[in-house]
């Protein structure tokens, strides 16, 4: 009898989940319908995103180890190697060919492998090597000790490396009795744990440090260089011209005396070098102008390679070197003379062969064949063990097409002399074989892609279903939400319980058993909850105007703009473009507005929103796509903003930005209560203190400051950012959660000097918004520290253009009453305000603004849909390193920051100006779950159709450059979007609304 498996759920479960829906509290239930939404969510990104990003497959095997049986088929050409790595060193940074201008910082200064290259042709060679994307270190070091190609996904891993099981270079060495020595970057001690006979690992993320690793290198690598007898390969890796990279730029003083440095140390290196040791230097990628690498543009994937051998030339004559060959040749951008061209994995294969130990398995690199050229037949023997090799792999890889497709071209080569005919031929496999796997390696499930659209699909369905039912349900919305969701708790555990079942029977596996249950209950409770939006009364009431139906069209939109390429490499041009057309559509209605002081205010709102949204999107980081017409100001000195104005702008806005705050408070008498104290004193010095922090960054490395104070900076710098933190993370959020209401409570005497019955509240009616409103100052004051210095600037922008879009949507609703009210009453004449219906639902076009507003913060400050602009400085804000999970969890911030303070702010739409009245007459939990869910349903729409579109262009030529990195920021924003939704409405609104009940209580008592 088969054992039951895990994907069973019992009747009786199910039951008693049903009963826990109906018994739990509103407040609860808001937060589990929040909390379902994202798990939902999560399983559909989940099944889409194993389905489209596809590892490759890693073969175990090993190429056997010369010996007696298996005699080595070529002399290795030197028996010792030095192989220097220095972190992001672009091509240009060593090649005797500059841009025009040249760059005195980074141009000429680290010189010589280019003047060895002129005086000693045939013993040193300088190449472009092509690093293949991604572009982060622990990738990189992968390909020149494997020779293998990264994935898409591999990315993720740099922060978390582990252990090399496939066949290696270094293995290899190991196999062959090589003694290994190391120091530098600690990466290599993650992947090669047991490798090195001597090993000195420094800490390789602190890019605050750019000279720790390096003088460890050179204080290590010296001394054994005086002992060749310890060694047979010395690998060294600094970090300083990466870590300059990050911090200032390849454009300053810093890069060009860190390369001067390197110079120095390649000139002590030649100069102890024997005649029969190779020197390798290379760089394991480049980097674009503002000194950040992970893309594939044209500056981060040229790294240079320089290969010198003092002793035995590494090129033989001219004549058996160019012998009817015609080499790869690359123009670096800007320069007028071109550099021979490899790919960075071929040194693995010509390393190999020139030390005398086997090619790696995996290995999909070509040798480079100048270093085999000095005679026709070593040539030709390099270039067949190449072959061999990479045919054995293919084989073993079980893909007999690519063998016949390979060897198919290979016999197209059409030269008379034999062994210049074969030599073309093994070349003509290698690069052959490289292009095929690449191409097979970009296979996707399409069953996984299916399940995966049909799960985020019908989420959107489901999520666009409970928004209405909500919004139709008024006060009684909980009737509606306990219905939907114990009818799809019923039907969707029931289906997955069945389909576990199955699963788990057939496959014996319940690890399966579990996924298939997830998935299937995930996919049927959606599709329950999305069937009311096929019946004709769900959407009773919505409204088609003008006004109400810009929303939807907008996201209408924006889902369709991602079936094109150029629209997602624009996408921030057409999020300026959403939101000032949004502005406009309210300036338009402002004429209709029912009073005068309305129209003047709806004009002047929308004027100043527009303008804050064109100032924001002057604040920009150019993908490589968009050249030459877009112009980075994101960075200090950009556009030609003075360096220092960036980090004093700051300290003025944070100045301002209170008193913004304050005076929207005033307007509705909420300043009041807690909210002096809060803003002017307690809030204004965390986040001034805060832009402080970056102008300390920049006085670092100012090259006015004495040297002898950078310590003290660097001190002032690390507590200052403590300081803030903890009084962000612990005295705010106490302080608003002990503290009162933003209301001031007045009992004014009678004529005769008794005390009067009656009290005055002062901000009643913003009892709500203006409590709420403190929690989201709270989630500022996380999101600021974390955020470079211009960021800091858009991030008030962004807080301004919330406030402004709230008071319009807030005048909107009155001017709504007012002619509701006028055109009820019998006597319009005698209309007086809070006459009437005074409920007006928040509609979707009311939460869409908020949306674009989160999208326009993640681009003005400075990111992209690329890996290069994730700004990895943000990691040691208060910390001398890497310290885990808080360096992690900062650049997440830095990154998503600003579309997870929006998402917090959500509920103001509903809160904002809305009076507490007595029996829930004014839904305002009901309300709040309706613009939450409209908000999740944005993210959700655009996410899907980024998902969608991807799977349908997955064959299309940018699919990895622009469709898969769009996808996945629109996954992780989703479920950020979620995940502060869930906080939102069960933090910050649940503590708001009894402290309004409680306050309220007291005072009628």
């Known amino acids: 009898m088969a054992e039951p498996s895990p994907g069973v759920v019992p009747t009786a479960a199910r039951r008693a989940a049903a009963r826990w829906v109906a018994g739990m509290s ?201 002992k060749p007898e310890q060694w047979d390969v010395i690998i060294g890796h600094f970090l300083g011209v990466d870590h300059v990279g990050h911090r200032v730029g390849p454009d300053r003083e810093t890069m ?101 130990v086997p090619i790696p398995f995996n290995s999909l690199g070509s040798v480079i064949p100048e270093c085999f050229s000095r005679s026709p037949v070593t040539l030709k023997v390099a270039t067949h063990l190449n072959t061999v090799q990479i045919e054995r792999y293919i084989a073993q890889y079980g893909n007999r097409e690519i063998s016949h497709s390979v060897r198919r071209l290979a016999s197209k080569t059409d030269i008379e002399d034999p062994t210049t005919r074969v030599v073309k031929q093994n070349r003509a496999v290698t690069l052959a074989a490289l292009d095929a796997l690449r191409a ?87 599709l329950v909850l999305a069937a009311p939006l096929f019946a004709g009364r769900t959407w009773r009431g919505v409204s088609w105007n003008l006004g109400r139906s810009i929303g939807p069209i907008i996201l209408i939109l924006h889902a369709l703009s991602f079936a094109s390429n150029s629209y997602i490499m624009w996408e921030d041009r057409v999020v300026v473009f959403f939101l000032t057309t949004i502005a406009a559509v309210h300036f338009g209605r402002a004429l209709t507005a029912p009073m005068a002081s309305m129209r003047l205010n709806l004009l002047g709102l929308s004027v100043g929103f527009a303008a804050l949204v064109r100032f924001m999107g002057l604040s920009t980081v150019c993908r490589e796509e968009q050249q030459p017409y877009c112009t980075v100001t994101f960075y200090s000195g950009a556009a030609g903003t003075p360096e220092w104005a960036v980090y004093v702008l700051p300290l003025v806005a944070f100045g301002v930005l209170p008193r913004i705050v304050a005076t929207v408070l005033s307007w509705s008498k909420s300043y009041a209560g807690p909210a002096p104290v809060f803003l002017a004193a307690v809030w204004r010095a965390v986040i001034t203190s805060s832009a402080f922090y970056w102008t300390l960054d920049w006085m670092e490395t100012w090259d006015g400051l004495n040297p002898e104070r950078i310590p003290l900076v660097q ?21 608003w959660y002990t503290s009162g209401l933003c209301i001031k409570v007045v009992r004014e005497p009678d004529q005769t000097g008794a005390r009067a019955d009656e009290v005055e509240v002062y901000g009643f009616g ?62 319009p004449g005698a209309f007086e305000p809070g006459q009437g219906d005074a409920i007006v639902r928040p509609s979707f076009t009311d939460v869409v603004p908020f949306a674009l507003l989160a999208l326009l913060g993640f681009f003005a400050t400075g990111h992209q849909a690329v890996l290069a602009t994730i700004q990895w400085k943000a990691a040691f804000i208060g910390f001398d390193t890497v310290v885990y999970p808080w360096s992690p969890l900062l650049v997440v911030i830095n990154t998503w920051g600003p579309i997870a303070l929006v998402a917090v702010a959500v509920p103001l739409l509903a809160l904002w100006n809305i009076s507490p009245r007595p029996n829930d007459t004014v839904p ?75 306050t309220f209580k007291s005072v009628s008592v």
């Open 26 to 226: 509103k407040p609860t239930l808001a937060v589990v319908l929040m909390a379902y939404i994202m798990l939902v969510h999560l399983v559909g990104l989940g099944v889409f995103t194993y389905g489209f990003l596809l590892t490759r497959l890693t073969i175990p095997d090993v190429s056997p180890s010369y010996s007696a049986s298996n005699p080595m088929p070529m002399e290795p050409t030197h028996s010792k190697a030095v192989i220097i790595v220095i972190d992001a060193l672009r091509t240009d940074f060593i090649s005797p060919y500059h841009t025009s201008p040249a760059s005195p910082f980074h141009h000429g200064v680290l010189s010589l492998p280019a003047e060895l290259s002129v005086s000693q042709p045939s013993h040193s060679l300088i190449f472009n090597a092509y690093s293949d994307p991604p572009t982060t270190t622990m990738q990189r070091i992968k390909g020149i000790t494997t020779g293998s190609l990264p994935t898409f996904i591999d990315a993720g891993a740099n922060f978390a490396s582990t252990a090399i099981t496939e066949d290696s270079i270094i293995s290899q060495l190991v196999s062959a009795n090589k003694s290994i020595a190391f120091m530098g970057d600690d990466t290599w001690m993650n992947l090669f744990p047991n490798a090195f006979t001597q090993a000195y690992p420094y800490d390789s993320f602190n890019v605050e440090d750019l000279h720790t690793v390096d003088n460890g290198v050179i204080e290590h690598i010296f001394p054994l260089l005086d």
């Open 256 to 356: 060009r005396l860190k390369l001067k440095q390197m110079d120095e140390v390649l000139r002590r290196v030649v100069d102890k070098l024997d005649d029969d040791t190779l020197l390798v230097v290379l760089g394991d990628h480049g980097m674009n102008p503002k000194g950040d690498h992970g893309g594939d543009s044209d500056l981060e994937t040229a790294s240079a390679l320089w290969m010198y051998s003092k002793g035995k030339p590494l090129v033989g004559d001219a004549a058996s070197a160019s012998r009817g060959y015609e080499w790869p040749e690359y123009w670096f951008p800007g320069t007028d003379k071109p550099l021979r061209h490899v790919n960075q994995i071929d040194l693995v294969p010509t390393l190999s062969l020139m030390l005398g």
């Open 440 to 526: 097979l390696w970009a296979q996707f499930s399409v069953s996984h892609i299916v399940v995966g659209l049909v799960v985020l699909g019908s989420s959107v369905l489901a999520v666009i279903s409970l928004y209405l039912g909500v919004r139709n349900g008024g006060p009684q919305w909980d009737v509606y939400v306990r219905y939907a969701l114990d009818t799809a708790i019923m039907a969707g555990v029931g289906l997955g319980s069945v389909a576990g079942t199955f699963a788990g029977v057939y496959t014996r596996v319940p690890l399966v058993a579990l996924q298939v249950f997830l998935v299937a209950a995930a996919g049927v409770s959606s």
């Open 715 to 735: 001190l002032l710098k690390l507590w200052l950012a403590r300081g803030s933190i903890g009084i962000a993370l612990g005295a705010l959020p106490y302080l």
């Open 766 to 827: 913003n009892a709500f918004g203006s409590t709420y409103l403190l929690f989201v100052l709270i989630a500022f004051s996380i999101v600021q520290l974390p955020s470079l210095a211009v960021s800091q600037i858009v991030l008030c922008a962004l807080v301004t253009a919330m406030l402004i879009h709230l008071e319009l949507v807030d005048t909107q609703r009155d001017a709504v009453i007012m002619q509701r009210n006028f055109a009820n009453s019998a006597n």
């Open 924 to 998: 305002v939990l009901g309300h709040t779950v309706q613009v939450a869910l409209a908000f999740s349903t944005y993210f959700a729409t655009i996410t899907f159709a980024s998902a969608l579109c991807a799977a349908w262009l997955r064959r299309h030529l940018m699919v990895w450059k622009v469709f898969a990195p769009r996808f996945m920021l629109g996954g992780v924003t989703l479920l950020v979007v979620d995940a502060m939704l869930i906080i939102a409405v069960g933090v910050g609104l649940r503590v708001t609304t009894d402290k309004v009940w409680r």
